[in-house]
């Protein structure tokens, strides 16, 4: 079974704290809870939220892989019609032409980071006007087994509203996550 993210609303971030707290308690590695808000230094004050980084708020690696399929789509069409129009049986042969496939594939992937900065990631988009309205939306990414631990955690906290659910991290890019973490840990 595949992991699935549940997201929730709330104006109190002593609640999602809470939350959070009692989640780690059950067995939830903090790896897999995070609160987005826009209001940054109201987050910092609660030492134990883990809020979303910058860079996973910005939708620069799904566009940047929309970037970089247009690069080698661009690439191909650029060496098919060099070879088809005989460009390449000149003195200088592929040589001119690869350089510009790789050229136009390193920067249209470039391009597609810098369109993904200014835009909102795809999954916190749906959440623009309950950021914009001062509240936050916490999120946890479980696993089937862990579905129960949720609601009876949420039992406890009528203030957190469920707002959906959606995809959630790879599970074996938060296997990593963890294991990286235990790792740095232990290493002086």
């Known amino acids: ?16 704290e809470a939350i959070e707290q009692q989640l780690e308690a059950e067995g939830v590695d903090n790896a897999q809870i995070h609160v987005l808000s826009d209001q940054d ?17 910005k939708d620069v690696v799904q566009s940047t892989i929309i970037g970089a399929s247009i690069g080698v789509f661009t690439s191909c069409f650029v060496l098919l019609v ?7 049986e000149t003195p200088a042969g592929w040589l001119p032409f690869l350089f510009l ?3 136009l594939l390193g920067f249209c992937t470039w391009e597609g980071g810098l369109v993904g900065m200014q835009k909102i990631n795809r999954d916190f988009e749906r959440f623009r006007q309950v ?30 509203r469920a707002a ?10 938060l296997s990593l996550r963890i294991g990286l973490r235990k790792i740095f840990r232990i290493w002086p």
């Open 1 to 16: 079974m595949k992991m699935l993210r549940h997201y929730f609303i709330s104006d109190n971030l002593d609640d999602l």
């Open 41 to 57: 230094s109201e987050v910092q004050q609660h030492n134990h939220l883990h809020q979303v980084k910058s860079f996973a708020r």
């Open 82 to 88: 060099s070879r088809i129009a005989g460009w390449t």
């Open 101 to 103: 496939a790789i050229v």
């Open 131 to 160: 950021l914009a309205s001062q509240q936050h939306v916490f999120f946890v990414d479980l696993e089937p087994s862990q579905e129960a631990i949720l609601d009876r955690v949420l039992q406890a906290h009528p203030g957190a």
């Open 164 to 173: 959906g659910t959606g995809h959630s991290m790879p599970r074996w890019l």
